[in-house]
């Protein structure tokens, strides 16, 4: 089983910078697709931005230009880097991974527990 703990999350001014980390530990065949979501209070969780086993990124409009996802795969860890933060990307900001346990298993995904991030103005 596969567990996901995010970091990084804090209080940051309008126009600064975050970076938060995913560090998967446990075991797994093998972690594939790995997200980042956020959720604000009285929100549905929305999709920031995805990477790929092989590297292929996707983000949310509002955030494209301004987060960058990367994954180190020797690591199986993943980062969101936040620049430029703005006054509507406060949330509780989510990890996922696609995981496999062992070959044959149809894939899972596990989520972190998350980790707020506050922006002042």
């Known amino acids: 089983q596969v567990q996901l703990v995010e970091s990084g999350g804090g209080l940051v001014q309008a126009g600064g910078s975050l970076r938060l980390s995913c560090a998967a530990s446990?075991?797994?065949?093998?972690?594939?697709?790995m997200g980042w979501y956020r959720q604000a209070p009285g929100a549905q969780r929305e999709l920031v931005a995805h990477?790929?086993?092989?590297?292929?990124?996707n983000y949310a409009g509002s955030v494209k230009g301004r987060f960058t996802i990367s994954r180190d795969n020797a690591k199986n860890t993943g980062y969101l880097q936040m620049n430029s933060l703005q006054p509507e990307d406060p949330a509780v900001y989510y990890c996922?991974?696609?995981?496999?346990?062992?070959?044959?298993?149809?894939?899972?995904?596990?989520w972190g527990q998350g980790t707020l991030v506050t922006v002042s103005s």
């Open positions: 990477i790929t086993s092989g590297g292929s990124t």
């Open positions: 996922s991974a696609v995981t496999i346990a062992l070959p044959g298993l149809v894939p899972a995904t596990v």
């Open positions: 446990g075991r797994a065949f093998s972690i594939n697709a």
